[in-house]
């Protein structure tokens, strides 16, 4: 199950480092085709994770779990062959269906094996951190692929893992016992088209400016999805999305929460690594290694933070993650063009740390307060708005950031970058704080 979680993070930071040689043998030099390359797999995997969730309580999550797998290696050698830059996304995108199968069951069949509430948060933070590991061994790993073999290799390398993989879980996972629950199509649908028109419209407005007709239309349209999906799902018997599991207060507060995370994080690994490459002229391989202060804490950090919050809760530690990422950022408001690497690498280790401590502390919030039957769907949701938030974050502080052709504007962007996701944090910290003080009292 860990492995799951850790290849679908690994093809997010394994791609990132090698975005700038994407770029040069697909014949794609526009930031915004490279933003899609990243988006397309997380819109993907956002969109359908609710609808993965859902078939695995209705079918069996080894079921699901195994068919993601083998959706995502299949997915990977088309990505790994493809000639250009739409074939590419395409493949991207039939990726993260596959990783939208597999993920929420990882963690359903986890917290079901676990029903003591400590050992549960305790085994949720072994399973962050072993998905942490993807973070550091994706850009490391990454470089060493693009300079030693060519950047399809990022992809070739999923193939025979995957298959040994699949060929474990089929002898070591049991059957779990399915519930009836029907997929609600029209949601799925309203809900993907609804992310995927806020992505086009960010990332548009960043290459035409946000005047351009193609943005107010998809901006227009993804408010028209988003009204017909919430109108949708009040309807439906059975929906994608069941509003009243928002009316579950640490639910409510962990999605927001987990999406506001990923925003910051997945915007800002794509600058650091269009900086190193492009403004510090640095190797795939020295910007993969580079990335590693930012990575290291997420491997370190979570399984302890899971211990803590089992024991106190998980409001205490995702207040002390969110004031590090707040200070993570703050810390970015001095880098120049030829900042001694110190200022970068300061800054990395302490959003690394603020993440670490938010990521098991998030889901444990969000586990602990799921009903019964309603792990898979539960655990969709919080991994929904982690992904979404992600896709957002890369498409916005890309946008804000602008050409890193250009770099005295794109180091001036990257604090313009900066200063938007500390507000958001700050955001999120207050909205913590105030629940975890209402539901004190």
């Not at 830059?85 to 963690?107: D, F, H």
């Not at 444990?364 to 309603?374: I, K």
């Amino acid at each position: 199950m860990c492995a799951g979680i850790f290849f679908v993070l690994l093809d997010v930071t394994i791609v990132n480092v090698a975005l700038p040689a994407i770029g040069r043998g697909t014949g794609a030099p526009h930031l915004a085709d490279l933003q899609w390359v990243v988006d397309a797999y997380q819109l993907t995997l956002a969109g359908l994770l609710l609808a993965g969730g859902t078939l695995g309580d209705r079918y069996g999550h080894k079921r699901i779990v195994t068919a993601g797998f083998v959706v995502f290696g299949l997915a990977s050698a088309a990505c790994a062959l493809s000639p250009g830059i739409g074939p590419l996304v395409a493949a991207r995108v039939v990726q993260g269906i596959g990783a939208a199968l597999l993920l929420p069951g990882t963690l359903a069949v986890i917290t079901r094996l676990y029903a003591d509430r400590e050992e549960q948060a305790r085994a949720i933070g072994v399973w962050a951190a072993i998905g942490s590991l993807a973070l550091p061994a994706g850009p490391v790993l990454g470089g060493l692929l693009v300079e030693l073999a060519g950047w399809p290799w990022v992809f070739w390398i999923n193939v025979p893992v995957i298959a040994a993989v699949v060929a474990v879980i089929l002898r070591t996972v049991e059957d779990d016992e399915p519930a009836p629950r029907r997929l609600d199509v029209p949601g799925v649908v309203l809900g993907t088209a609804m992310l995927a028109l806020v992505t086009f419209a960010v990332i548009e407005a960043g290459r035409v400016g946000p005047g351009s007709w193609m943005v107010i239309v998809a901006a227009v349209a993804a408010l028209a999805a988003g009204v017909a999906f919430v109108i949708v799902e009040h309807r439906r018997e059975e929906p994608v999305l069941p509003l009243p599991l928002l009316r579950r207060r640490p639910i409510a507060v962990s999605t927001a929460v987990a999406a506001t995370m990923n925003f910051g994080i997945n915007g800002v690994m794509l600058l650091f690594t269009l900086y190193l490459q492009t403004v510090r002229d640095r190797t795939p391989v020295e910007a993969g290694l580079s990335l590693l202060p930012l990575f290291l804490p997420l491997v370190l950090l979570p399984a302890q933070a899971g211990k803590v919050a089992g024991r106190r809760g998980p409001a205490p530690v995702m207040l002390a993650g969110l004031a590090l990422l707040v200070v993570g950022f703050a810390l970015l408001l001095p880098l120049r063009e030829d900042s001694a690497f110190v200022t970068l690498f300061a800054a990395m280790a302490v959003i690394g740390a603020g993440a670490a401590l938010l990521t098991p502390s998030v889901v444990s919030l969000a586990m602990g307060a799921a009903p019964d039957g309603r792990e898979g769907l539960t655990s969709a949701l919080n991994n929904t708005a982690r992904q979404a938030g992600g896709a957002v974050g890369v498409a916005a502080l890309g946008a804000i950031a602008g050409d890193p052709a250009r770099p005295p504007a794109f180091v001036s962007g990257i604090h313009h970058a900066a200063v938007v996701a500390a507000v958001a944090y700050c955001c999120a910290a207050v909205l913590t704080f105030t629940t975890s003080r209402m539901s004190a009292s």
